[in-house]
């Protein structure tokens, strides 16, 4: 059974920091495209990062890059995502997705995404 199950997330100041992880089971890791996603109250899911299965290129939304930081330990089958310098713009609901391939399409389009964790809040406020 293939799932994905993000956790980390919390209640954080401005300008603090939090890991979100991403724990696969039922596949490896290692052979898909895996990417984060966050729904804001009244907004669409937007692309946040992802890591390339093929060859573990990194890709950042403008408004994360120099911020967030996405790695992948495949001994524990897992992604993270580091979150750095938050803001309260930043508050929404994580998910982690995992796609084969990013053949023919942004990493950023949420519909070619086979697997979908259940999500995880996050919240910036002083």
């Known amino acids: 059974q293939v799932q994905l199950v993000e956790s980390g997330g919390g209640l954080v100041q401005p300008g603090g920091s939090l890991r979100l992880s991403c724990a696969a089971s039922?596949?490896?890791?290692?052979?898909?495209?895996i990417g984060w996603f966050r729904q804001a109250p009244g907004k669409e899911r937007e692309g946040v990062s992802c890591i390339s299965g093929s060859d573990g290129r990194r890709y950042y939304a403008d408004s994360v890059k120099g911020r967030f930081t996405i790695s992948r330990d495949s001994a524990k089958n897992t992604v993270y995502l580091q979150m750095n310098s938050l803001k309260t713009e930043d508050t929404a609901v994580y998910y982690c997705?995992?796609?084969?391939?990013?053949?023919?399409?942004?990493?950023?389009?949420?519909?070619?995404?086979?697997?979908w964790g259940q999500g995880t809040q996050v919240t910036g406020s002083s």
């Open positions: 997705a995992a796609r084969r391939s990013l053949y023919g399409s942004s990493w950023s389009i949420a519909t070619p995404y086979a697997y």
């Open positions: 039922g596949f490896t890791l290692d052979y898909y495209a």
